[in-house]
C-alpha cells in the first residue's frame, strides 16, 4: 500500500510569492495533520482535519498559512505571501481515529526554502 | 498544552549497545507514540502505546500513564538506528500530538 504522498519534495521560491504544498492521506485514513519542523522549534502542529473538517488550527502561525480538504484523499497547505521565516519542512501525517490504532503515519515530508 | 522532556539529548553508542531513551510529559494523555528520524529525514511510527508495554524486534517501550513517563529499549544497536528518537504524547479527544525535543542517537561501527 502507498504511504502518505506529499508534493513537491523541495520548493524554493522568493520571498511574496505563494507557495502551496499538496498531500495524499493513506486511503481509509479520517485524521490528517500538517506538521513544520524546524532547527529552532522543532516539530510543530499547524493544523488537523477529522473527516475533512478542520478540527484545530491553534499552530497555524498567522494569516498567510491556510489549509483546505476538499476530499478524503487530497489536502493543501498554502502560504500567501511567503517569508524568509517560513523556510522549514513540511510533514503531512495521517491516522485513523479513535477505536483502532492511532497510530500517525508521516510522508517524505517538503522541504521549503523561502529566499 | 502537554510539556514533554525527552533525555538524554545525545547519546552515543557502540554497536552491539543496549540504551534506554526516556520520555517524561507534564500531564496525564491517553495517546502515546514514538517516532524514529532517520538521517535523510524520513519519520517512521515505532509505537502506539498509550500504557503498558510493547517489543517490535530489537526495541521495546513502557508507557507508565500514571506516573507520567515512557521508555525505549533499543537492544543490540546497529548503526541504522542513528538518527532522532522523539516521543509525542496526546490527551485531547482527537488525535493530537505534541512531539518532544528528541534524543539524538548515534552508533558507531
Known amino acids: 500500500d502507498a504511504g502518505v504522498i506529499q508534493s513537491p519534495r523541495h520548493e524554493v521560491t522568493e520571498m511574496g510569492q505563494e507557495v502551496t504544498l499538496r498531500c495524499k492521506p493513506i486511503s481509509g485514513h479520517d485524521y490528517l495533520f500538517w506538521y513544520r519542523q524546524t532547527m529552532m522549534r522543532g516539530l510543530e502542529l499547524l493544523i488537523y482535519?477529522?473527516?475533512?473538517?478542520?478540527?484545530?488550527d491553534s499552530g497555524m502561525p498567522e494569516d498567510r498559512f491556510s489549509a483546505k480538504m476538499p476530499n478524503a484523499s487530497f489536502s493543501t497547505l498554502k502560504i500567501q505571501p511567503s517569508e524568509p521565516r517560513d523556510s522549514a519542512v513540511y510533514f503531512c501525517?495521517?491516522?485513523?481515529?479513535?477505536?483502532?490504532?492511532?497510530?500517525?503515519?508521516f510522508g517524505p515530508g517538503t522541504r521549503l526554502t523561502v529566499l | 498544552g502537554i510539556q514533554v522532556e525527552q533525555s538524554p539529548p545525545d547519546l552515543i553508542l557502540q554497536e552491539g549497545a543496549n540504551s534506554t531513551l526516556r520520555c517524561n510529559f507534564s500531564d496525564s494523555v491517553n495517546n502515546l507514540q514514538w517516532f524514529h528520524q532517520n538521517p535523510w529525514g524520513q519519520l517512521i511510527n515505532l509505537f502506539y502505546i498509550p500504557s503498558g508495554t510493547k517489543q517490535n524486534g530489537r526495541l521495546s517501550a513502557t508507557t507508565v500513564a500514571t506516573e507520567r513517563y515512557s521508555l525505549l529499549y533499543i537492544s543490540s544497536s546497529q548503526t541504522t538506528d542513528s538518527g532522532v528518537y522523539f516521543c509525542?504524547?496526546?490527551?485531547?479527544?482527537?488525535?493530537?500530538?505534541?512531539f518532544g525535543g528528541g534524543t539524538r542517537v548515534l552508533v558507531k561501527p
Open positions: 482535519f477529522n473527516n475533512n473538517v478542520p478540527i484545530d
Open positions: 501525517a495521517s491516522s485513523f481515529s479513535s477505536g483502532r490504532s492511532l497510530r500517525q503515519f
Open positions: 509525542a504524547p496526546g490527551k485531547a479527544a482527537g488525535n493530537k500530538l505534541t
